[in-house]
């Protein structure tokens, strides 16, 4: 079957036809290829609205232009199915994993994360991925049959993997988990419904996971320019940036200054993308995997930067960390930000009562039990909802600008 931009569906595309199914069984859909039937799940649930109003580093009272976790969401979707239809995958697929890949993120951002984390410190942690997982398994409550939205094993691998495996063939935590070990809410989901965490994931779920660092790099310069936390004169010193910025100020001397930054961004990505492109060919024709599983069961990733490209991404988030994450108008923000979610999380565990009836229905006996229904109650607050009901319970709340 052709794809649209005449690339033909590769050996190593996941196929929906050859989906290792649902948890719990389905009638198929007689309009619907299975990963399709995902991405229209994911974009109906409530988890999926949320992100309107969740942010990346600016909260939302600072301006309506900087990119939400919905608006980041949509582009790393549009990166993705790019890269899915030049290199021959399931655009479906790497579709569905865009849009669900950050279901899992608390209110304010990292920031957010952080906290609850902290708050976790003696009951597992908290882990973004491991969130999304339970948002798409056990908190979605929609059906009438199961919880969550019973999306299909690739959908469910892909949320889990997409940054490489999570054990190694010894089933030793490995890379971001190494030492605090897998969660356990993986652990105990892929105790009933093995993802493999031993493997690669899919290639969709790779250019998904590659799709996403595209979109941060790109975006988040954007984002960075327009609060005015650095200028086009600073970000010159990043390697490719002032490489484009010198040939678009060649070209378009008199050009005002926002469409300059939109031509470099489009730009930067447009190089990007076009890197990964030709990068993950080479990797894919030396491989010349002839199904899904054989990408699964590569040594190395098959999508990727180049060498080259590698180094520049490198360099714009070390650009980024201390000009941006880090400036203090942003530290000082996030903060408060933590003290909002560490306060709304201790107030709940003291007042489990003061809970929605929802969420205080057959609230485990058990500490631990208790601390993970407070954390899934307020990972899925939004930045509003969070100061709302922060200043219905205190005193005193951050302003958060």
């Known amino acids: 079957m052709a794809v649209a931009s005449g690339v033909a569906r590769a050996p190593y595309a996941a196929d929906p036809n050859a989906s290792r199914g649902r948890l719990y ?4 859909s007689p309009t619907r290829n299975a990963f ?25 009272n600072e301006g309506d232009h900087y990119r939400t976790r919905l608006t980041h969401t949509l ?16 655009e479906d697929l790497a579709e569905a994993l865009a849009l669900c890949h950050d279901l899992g993120h608390p209110p304010f951002g990292h920031a957010g994360e952080r906290a609850l984390d902290r708050c976790l410190a ?14 798409v398994t056990a908190i979605e409550r929609r059906y009438a049959e199961f919880d969550g939205l019973n999306l299909t094993w690739e ?16 089933g030793r935590p490995r890379g971001r988990y190494a030492e605090r070990g897998v969660p356990a809410a993986i652990r105990s989901y892929v105790a009933h419904h093995d993802l493999e965490l031993a493997t690669h994931a899919s290639g969709e779920a790779q250019v998904a996971a590659i799709a996403d660092d595209i979109a941060y790099d790109a975006h988040d310069m954007d984002d960075g320019l327009r609060a005015e936390l650095f200028c ?16 678009l100020r060649a070209r378009y001397a008199a050009l005002e200054t926002p469409r300059l930054v ?20 080479h990797r894919l024709a030396a491989l010349a995997p002839k199904s899904a599983q054989e990408v699964r069961d590569a040594s190395v990733t098959v999508i990727g930067f180049s060498s080259a490209m590698a180094e520049v991404d490198v360099a714009i988030k070390g650009f980024l960390y201390p000009h941006m994450y880090r400036h ?42 208790r601390a993970r229904r407070v954390a899934d109650f307020i990972a899925g607050m939004t930045d509003r909802y969070a100061l709302l009901e922060h200043a219905r319970h205190f005193d005193s709340t951050p302003a958060l600008s």
């Open 36 to 60: 399709r039937r995902d991405c229209d799940r994911i974009i109906h649930s409530t988890a999926f609205r949320r992100l309107k109003h969740k942010t990346q580093v600016f909260v939302y």
């Open 75 to 90: 582009e790393v979707q549009q990166i993705a199915r790019s890269l899915a239809r030049a290199l021959g995958l399931d």
């Open 122 to 135: 003696g009951h597992g942690g908290f882990d973004h991925n491991a969130q999304a997982l339970r948002v």
């Open 25 to 28: 069984a389905e009638a198929e």
């Open 155 to 170: 959908t469910l691998e892909g949320i889990v993997k997409h940054n490489g495996p999570l054990v190694d063939s010894a």
């Open 262 to 281: 939109h031509e470099l961004i489009r730009r930067v990505i447009a190089r990007m993308i076009e890197d990964v492109i030709d990068e993950s060919a």
């Open 232 to 247: 086009l004169d600073d970000l010159a010193e990043v390697a490719i940036v002032g490489d484009v910025l010198d040939e």
């Open 328 to 369: 203090p108008r942003v530290a000082d923000i996030m903060q408060d930000a933590e003290r909002v979610v560490g306060d709304l999380f201790v107030h709940f565990m003291e007042r489990p009562d003061a809970l929605p009836a929802e969420w205080a229905h057959g609230l485990p006996g058990d500490e631990s039990g």
